[in-house]
Each structure stands twice: as structure tokens, then as C-alpha cells.
Nanobody, 115 residues
Framework: QVQLVESGGGLVQPGGSLRLSCAAS????????MGWYRQAPGKERELVAR???????KYADSVKGRFAVSRDNAKNTMTLQMNSLKPEDTAVYYC?????????WGQGTQVTVSS
């Protein structure tokens, strides 16, 4: 089992920045990739960024150049730095971990971009 806890969401004005964090615990050695997904009201959950172990990071086209994902394996954390935020970035953001036994999700954190 892997437990994921997100933090750092909130309300920000367009053009602003937010930093999300995800702390992983439990059977973390089973994890081979981690990522951020988001789900806006009435829409399907979509990939924001994914960073596999030793692999190439992938970003959704809509966030390229604005968002940056990173992992700190020593601390078992993953962060998502979000810059130049737009109203269309408003969503619940979920931390995801792909492990050899299953996929795991955090509880989600709300990000609202509004003036």
C-alpha cells in the first residue's frame, strides 16, 4: 500500500503562482512513476505531468512552459510548481503513484484561479 497526501492548493489570481506538494509513504519502493492529474467540474480527469523513475518527464500541452514537476526521492515527495496560472487551470489536483501492485491516488487539493 502507498499513501499519498497533497498540500498547497488554494485561490490565486490569474498570472499568479502556486506550489503543490505530495508526500508518499508506505510501500514506496514499489513506485515506478508519479504524476499530477487534475479534474475540472464536468470534465474527465486529465494528466498534468508525469515523472517516471529515471525516465523522461511528460507534460500536458496546456501546461508546458508554465508548470514544472520534480521529485525528491530522499524525502519521498513530489512537487508541482505552477506559474502563469490561468482560469482554465481551475480544478482539483490529484497526486498519483504507479506502483507494481496498483495505482494510488491522493485525496486531491483544490486550485482555483480567479480574480
Amino acid at each position: 500500500q502507498v499513501q499519498l497526501v497533497e498540500s498547497g492548493g488554494g485561490l490565486v489570481q490569474p498570472g499568479g503562482s502556486l506550489r503543490l506538494s505530495c508526500a508518499a509513504s508506505g510501500s514506496i519502493l514499489r513506485i515506478y512513476a508519479m504524476g499530477w492529474y487534475r479534474q475540472a467540474p464536468g470534465k474527465e480527469r486529465e494528466l498534468v505531468a508525469r515523472i517516471p523513475n529515471g525516465g523522461t518527464t511528460k507534460y500536458a500541452d496546456s501546461v508546458k512552459g508554465r508548470f514544472a514537476v520534480s521529485r525528491d526521492n530522499a524525502k519521498n515527495t513530489m512537487t508541482l510548481q505552477m506559474n502563469s496560472l490561468k482560469p482554465e487551470d481551475t480544478a482539483v489536483y490529484y497526486c498519483n503513484a504507479d506502483a507494481w501492485d496498483a495505482g494510488y491516488w491522493g485525496q486531491g487539493t483544490q486550485v482555483t484561479v480567479s480574480s
